[in-house]
């Protein structure tokens, strides 16, 4: 993979400073982003990164992981030592005892040479913590105009407390200072929905009502819950995927056309079409909202526990699957279903748009066979992929006999650079101050409007949860079938 594009642009010095600094996120994600961005020798300027820690006296352990994490990101494990061990000795841990002026004495001591690098402070704790840090950073006068702050979801648990957490944050912060992560913006596939619709006038010609019939959002996963039993039993898949980075997807799916690709306008774009998802009501959470929990099963040839197992509780009304038919109320996509469905312990990890567009107008051919709709494929992951299908013709005699045939975009096969992890993107983003691929605080509260139509009317209508078994496709797996084919349709594999 060529790791040789010559970078020429400069950043302005920093300190990263990040909270949460020893944790899974920061070790798995945060810190390779940052070294495959010192190799590729994107960062040219002076930095410090700083992982914040509570605990003491884990020094040694802190750089024997930090070492493994990042060798573990490096495709066949092969890494220079040299570069390994510059990258390694720029980064520091420091202990904050607690959120105060005293608890953040010894990372004021290690900030002060160089208090005139921008301060870029990540806050990879839980979000009850954003507004106590913010504080005590503001207390202890590291923040000025020129710092940012970096937020991992989630944001509050409600529209309430996604608001009261942002209060506090803007005693301190400014909108234009904060980054709200998701990470499925970083990703190269869904930024390219942006180059695919608005560098190809033959897809956005045709991306309307009048053309499209369906579009589906699918997020499969094979994992459960892993070790985030107690995060995840508070969230489920709606707040867990759908809040955030399925409605991401459907925003760059359905917006508009930005005017350019400047933050604002491209985030405002975003924001209409959050604004304009029909909400949930009595009638539709019936029709419309289906959600599941895991029990035992079987994937690729393991045996996998249930949901209750994974959380160690004898009862839980988290859902681990959920499947919506969710509308956008506007000119564009008037009566277009948006199907969204996201699971854990799926049969398979896989995540896709699929574009249905709608049938030909007239049939001219003297069989009659039926002719399938043409669908455009957004294969996101694992495999990056796009796929054309449209109907061909079968070669030979027999008359005019066709199928449906797929033109394949090979993503990653096409190129050859090497393919970055999203996390890389983002966090150079925030070092360069652009926030296009960062969600509003109005995002936020817009996406939180919807997401609440569902739960409160889950709860007033006491929708319960369909169980499925672990390594099936789902609630829709045989047991929806009749009822809501829209679960099952094109959803299996
Ligand atoms: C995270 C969720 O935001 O995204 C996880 O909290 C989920 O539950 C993950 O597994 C999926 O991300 P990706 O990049 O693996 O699709």
Redesign the pocket.
């Known amino acids: 993979m060529a790791r040789n594009i010559k970078h020429t642009e400069k950043f302005n010095n920093f300190n990263l400073i990040v909270f949460g600094g020893t944790g899974d996120l920061a070790l798995r994600k945060i810190f390779p982003a940052l070294y495959h961005r010192y190799v590729d020798n994107q960062l040219l300027c002076e930095y410090n990164i700083v992982a914040v820690t509570r605990k003491k006296g884990i020094e040694n352990d802190f750089n024997k992981q930090l070492v493994s994490f990042i060798k573990a990101s490096v495709d066949g494990n092969k890494i220079n030592e040299k570069e390994l061990n510059t990258f390694i000795s720029k980064v520091s841990i420091v202990v904050a005892e607690s959120n105060s002026v005293e608890g953040y004495d010894n990372l004021n001591t290690f900030l002060a040479p160089f208090n005139d690098y921008q301060n870029i402070f990540y806050f990879s704790t839980p979000s009850s913590a954003f507004g106590p840090i913010s504080q005590a950073l503001k207390d202890s006068g590291l923040v000025n105009k020129s710092s940012k702050v970096v937020l991992e979801?989630p944001l509050g648990h409600s529209l309430e407390s996604s608001i009261s957490i942002n209060n506090e944050i803007t005693r301190t912060f400014d909108e234009n200072q904060i980054y709200r992560i998701d990470?499925?913006l970083g990703?190269e596939t869904v930024q390219n929905l942006m180059v695919l619709r608005f560098a190809n006038n033959l897809f956005e010609r045709a991306w309307n009502a009048e053309n499209i019939e369906s579009i589906q959002i699918t997020?499969s996963?094979s994992?459960g819950?892993e070790k985030?039993a107690g995060y995840?039993d508070q969230s489920g898949a709606l707040l867990?995927?759908v809040q955030?980075?399925l409605l991401q997807l459907l925003c760059l799916v359905a917006m508009e056309p930005p005017f350019e690709l400047e933050a604002h306008e491209v985030r405002n774009e975003k924001l209409k079409i959050l604004r304009s998802l029909r909400l949930f009501n009595k009638k539709s959470i019936h029709t419309d909202s289906v959600k599941g929990q895991y029990t035992r099963g079987n994937i690729e040839g393991d045996k996998v526990s249930s949901y209750l197992e994974d959380i160690e509780k004898y009862e839980s009304k988290t859902e681990t699957f959920v499947a919506l038919k969710a509308y956008v109320d506007n000119w564009r996509w008037k009566n277009v279903p948006f199907y969204l469905r996201t699971g854990?312990r799926m049969k398979k990890r896989y995540?896709e748009i699929v574009i249905n567009f709608k049938e030909v107008r007239h049939n001219i051919f003297p069989s009659k066979e039926k002719i399938n709709n043409n669908k455009l494929i957004i294969r996101l992951?694992p495999e990056e992929r796009i796929e054309l299908v449209q109907m061909t013709k079968i070669p030979g005699p027999g008359g005019y006999r066709y199928k449906p045939i797929a033109l394949k975009l090979d993503y990653v096969d096409s190129f050859e650079e090497r393919f970055p992890e999203?996390y890389e993107r983002l966090i150079v983003d925030v070092i360069r101050g652009n926030q296009t691929l960062f969600m509003s605080q109005d995002e936020l509260v817009a996406a939180w409007t919807w997401i609440e139509s569902i739960t409160n009317n889950w709860k007033n209508m006491n929708v319960k949860n369909i169980l499925y078994e672990a390594g099936s496709w789902g609630p829709g797996d045989g047991i929806l079938e009749e009822k809501e084919s829209w679960v099952t349709k094109s959803w299996k594999k």
């Open positions: 979801k990470h499925y990703k997020v996963e994992l819950v985030r995840y867990d995927m955030n980075h854990k995540s992951q999203a």
